[in-house]
């Protein structure tokens, strides 16, 4: 059984999806397993994924119907074997250090849930990237959950975003993303939040956000 799980939605990002995957499967922390869901994609995107599925057995492919990103994480959620799990959106990527980090502070801090910065980069009309730090405040913390709900609600640390965090699997025993709802994040991570005995949070940021104009 892998210690982490990565779980992936993927729908119709052919362009980006290679780095995404790469710099998950090229992570330094290497027992983990990457499940990828197509969810319905009109692109290459399921091939990729498929192709990915053949050169490494540590990835795992479920095609779906296009149902939305709550369907295609709830999905990911069903099939996990990790007993921590993260979250990672297909047009991003990590620093190859990321799940380490995350995973170490985790052990290290007897922690249910581990959390890092996150580093947006603005993708500009010409191309160049403006990176910013998501939150501007140094350290280290460790919260008890109803301290980390506090501040994920007030993002001054971090946001209820979860792609920045590894889990312990058993805060989603009984607890799904809920489908058909805009901003499906700012429902389930609250809750998961509270669950957990203890959160810690460094900022150093290890996810790069990618933001797009369109």
Request: with cysteine; charged share 25%.
């Amino acid at each position: 059984m892998p210690e982490i799980s990565v779980i992936v939605p993927v729908y119709n990002c052919e362009k980006y999806l290679h780095k995404c995957v790469d710099s998950v499967l090229s992570q330094s922390f290497k027992d983990l397993e990457l499940i990828l869901i197509d969810d319905g994609s009109s692109d290459n995107s399921g091939k990729i994924c498929d192709e990915y599925q053949s050169k490494d057995s540590r990835v795992k492919v479920i095609h779906q119907e296009n149902k939305g990103v709550s369907s295609a994480r709830n999905a990911g959620l069903d099939m996990v074997q990790g007993k921590f799990i993260g979250f990672v959106d297909s047009d991003d990527y990590l620093t190859l250090d990321m799940y380490e980090f995350l995973y170490n502070n985790l052990g290290n801090n007897k922690a249910d849930v581990s959390v890092c910065g996150i580093l947006n980069c603005f993708i500009k009309k010409d191309g160049t990237i403006k990176q910013v730090r998501q939150s501007s405040v140094d350290g280290t913390w460790i919260l008890t959950g109803e301290e980390a709900l506090s501040e994920a609600l007030k993002s001054r640390l971090f946001s209820v975003n979860p792609v920045n965090k590894l889990f312990n699997a058993k805060l989603f025993n009984v607890q799904r993303y809920p489908e058909g709802k805009i901003s499906e994040d700012a429902f389930l991570i609250p809750i998961i939040l509270s669950l957990a005995s203890r959160v810690v949070y460094n900022s150093i940021p290890k996810y790069h956000y990618i933001r797009r104009g369109n």
